[in-house]
């Protein structure tokens, strides 16, 4: 027997939700696009957070990251400011602009997961995620792993 292609089915869950995402923000009138969510969610997550560890947290490049960080600023989403002690760190800050629009993001991926979890049991949920979790380590692993020179 052949072993499901799980990375096909994530893959069309992950463009179904982007595609999700860019309808809702766009309906809603919020200021931002769907490229920009996950560097957004990790400054709500983490006020102060640098370029690098918004790039970690978001599992992005960080080409990818100066780029999203940028945008956002454009935005009026975030502003930068300088480290103290090192003035080639700069910490990310959410504006008073994106936090007034942050409980209406957060409803947004609410009416994402309410969707994803139609038909499921809480113990469905958590095993769900329970394993994907494991697979998102396989992964993290053998990406560290080729990084390393393992």
């Known amino acids: ?8 089915t994530i893959s069309v869950l992950y ?13 809603r009138g919020l200021p931002l696009q769907v490229g920009q969510l996950p560097f957004l969610m990790q400054v709500y997550r983490h006020p102060g957070i640098t370029q690098e560890g ?20 454009r935005a009026g989403l975030v502003r ?8 080639r760190v700069n910490h990310i800050f959410a504006t008073e602009q994106a936090l007034a629009v942050r409980e209406e993001i957060h409803a ?15 113990d469905e949920i958590e095993q769900a995620s ?21």
């Open 1 to 8: 027997m052949t072993k499901p292609a799980i990375n096909r």
């Open 108 to 122: 947004v991926i609410d009416r994402l997961h309410e969707v994803l979890y139609t038909g499921f049991g809480t």
């Open 15 to 27: 463009r179904y939700s982007q595609q999700f995402f860019a309808e809702e923000l766009a309906r």
């Open 130 to 150: 329970a394993l994907l979790q494991r697979m998102r380590g396989n992964m993290e692993r053998l990406i560290r792993g080729q990084r390393q020179g393992d």
């Open 54 to 73: 918004i790039a970690q947290g978001a599992c992005m490049d960080k080409g990818t990251t100066a780029r999203g960080i940028a945008q956002l600023e």
């Open 80 to 87: 930068r400011e300088t480290d103290e002690n090192d003035r």
